[in-house]
């Protein structure tokens, strides 16, 4: 037999999860699922997929085998999202940017129903492809005195109280609530997370500074303006994340919150400067 490898090899998915996350900044990196939340992996028809789930319903957690179908690249080194920004080998993250773009994710099993699995909270956004599903062990699959690595230094740090507090001007305020109210669109509790633990400029993270006083940070697909005095942040105002131009180009129909950003342009048209 030849032990040479193949220089490609083909995957097919068995279905996709719908978890109405439609940008990266919403999956949180590795839920912790405090929060309820229900998400459906809808397996594809004719491929007597109802036969294959048989006897998983009494198992209460499954592993996922998933593709970072939104990543075109891999990088040596990157920059993981938590802790302070220092180049990390990739093999030594969960980062997407690998050789093979592979996710692993493990989710509570509430249910059933024919072709689809019923999930808790997960970090994979809306539509990623699965390629296999493998029941969760925990005599096997759990190693509580397993060593973390770099990871359990950031854990410690992120164990500590945040360092700073954030605060939104009246304008942001108003912005936020218009949002919420309007369009159903929340992306504060993450905001305020993320500027809590550190507002320095981070590029997994997306904030980066735009003059001496005034700094930005990604919010999927929109953006937020803040301040830092001292240790306290001060949200100035919000923004849409595309320009106009983009989200009337008809080539680019399929931006997040679209129609959203727009209505959001039509009344502050101007970002601060």
Known sequence: MSDASPSALTLQPIGHIRTGKHVKFQALHQPSEQHAERNVLELLPGHNYEQALQDLAGFSRVWLVWWFHRTTTWRTQVYPPRGPEQARGVFATRSPHRPNPLGLTPVQLLGIEDRQLILGECDLVDGTPIFDIKPYVPAYDSFPDARAGWIEEVDALMSLPPQFTVQL????????????????????????????????????????????????????AWRAFFTVEGSKVTITALDAGFPGRFLTDPLREDLPDCAAQLAFLGLWPQPPQ
Do not use: M
Not at 181 to 209: C, G, N, V, Y
């Open 169 to 220: 001007s009246p304008l942001a305020a108003n912005q936020a609530e218009w949002l919420r109210t309007q369009w159903q669109i929340d992306f504060q509790p993450r905001l305020h997370e993320l500027l809590a633990r550190d507002p320095l400029p981070h590029r997994t993270r997306r904030i980066k500074r735009r003059t001496a006083t005034l700094s930005e940070i990604g919010c999927g």
